[in-house]
């Protein structure tokens, strides 16, 4: 599960440098469109929290 939470802020600074490499290419700014992470883990530890209270 922590592996996601580490990866996730290395793909967001991946994608800002390749918008930022379109933006150089194409001569206008690239647009950014949002990252969404499905972390399944964290949502069933999440699920088997809150029916154990």
């Given at each position: ?28 700014p ?24």
């Amino acid at each position: 599960m922590e592996l996601e939470f580490v990866a996730a802020p290395g793909a967001g600074r991946e994608l800002l440098g390749v918008g930022e490499t379109m933006s150089e290419i194409i001569g206008s700014p690239a647009i950014l469109k949002n990252m969404l992470i499905d972390n399944q883990a964290a949502i069933q530890k999440i699920k088997r929290e809150a029916s154990s209270t």
